[in-house]
């Protein structure tokens, strides 16, 4: 797979990482709320879990515009 080069950041990256990172703790938020019991359907009930998703796709968006195209973190291209 062709990684970015640092500082810049490819759209194939982009999307990836924040579908994968918005899902995930989307998908761990709901999971914990299913197992906590009866719940509304409100925006106080998701509010904390839609946060939690978008501050983990942009915390791996922040992680690939730092990451070089060999995978170092932090390190400018060879």
Known sequence: MK??????LGAPDFIKGLVVAFLTALFTGLL???????????WATFQPIVYAAVAA?????????FTNSSGEILKTEK
Do not use: A, E, H
């Not at 990684?3 to 810049?8: A, E, G, I, Q």
């Open 3 to 8: 990684r970015s080069k640092f500082l810049n």
């Open 57 to 65: 796709g942009l915390g791996y968006i922040v992680k690939n515009l």
């Open 32 to 42: 914990q709320l299913f197992q906590t019991g009866p719940f509304l359907f409100d």
